[in-house]
């Protein structure tokens, strides 16, 4: 697959914050706020301040990062430009296509990661070699 044959573009999403007396409740559905069925659910907790990982691209999987608590940032690199996003907020949806390189770093010590994937794990999907990175979607 070359970057000229993928169509999407990483985008962080805002989702509408329900709340009420008793506090807030965040809804994400599948084709109304994500544009992929959800496979796949795991979520990255006591991560050290000082780590960062990721430190790759996928072949097929689509995701969708929320901090459900505390914060982390991210860094997306699609071999044209890179950019830092934070996740500090329940409603904030940061999808992200397999053709973002992405490293997630800066954890608050109470950061909860929440992953919803498109696909099953599948250690054949992960592109871990920055070169290969380059070779599969860089022009
Ligand atoms: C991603 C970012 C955002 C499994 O066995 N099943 C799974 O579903 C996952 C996600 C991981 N694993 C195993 C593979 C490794 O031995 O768990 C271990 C840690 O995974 P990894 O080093 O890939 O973790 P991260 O934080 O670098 O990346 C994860 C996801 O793997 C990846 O898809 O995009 O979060």
New binding site residues.
């Given amino acids: 697959m070359s970057s000229s044959s993928y169509e999407y573009t990483s985008q962080l999403i805002e989702i509408s914050e329900l709340g009420d007396e008793r506090g807030m409740l965040a809804v994400i559905e599948e084709h109304e706020d994500l544009p992929f069925e959800i496979k ?1 659910v ?1 979520y ?1 907790y006591g991560t050290r301040q000082d780590i960062r ?4 691209a ?1 072949y097929k ?1 689509r ?1 969708a ?1 929320v901090a459900v608590a505390g914060s982390c940032k991210v860094y997306l690199d699609n071999a044209k430009r890179n950019t830092d996003v934070l996740l500090d907020n329940p409603a904030k949806v940061l999808i ?1 296509e397999p053709n973002d390189w ?1 490293e ?1 770093y800066d954890f608050s010590s109470d950061c909860v ?1 929440l ?1 919803l ?1 498109s696909h099953l ?1 599948d ?1 054949e999907d ?1 592109i871990r070699d920055y070169s290969v990175f380059l070779e599969v979607y860089g022009s």
């Fill in positions: 796949r795991f990255i990982r990721g430190f790759h996928h999987t995701q990062l992200l992405h997630m990661l992953v994937a794990y250690a992960y």
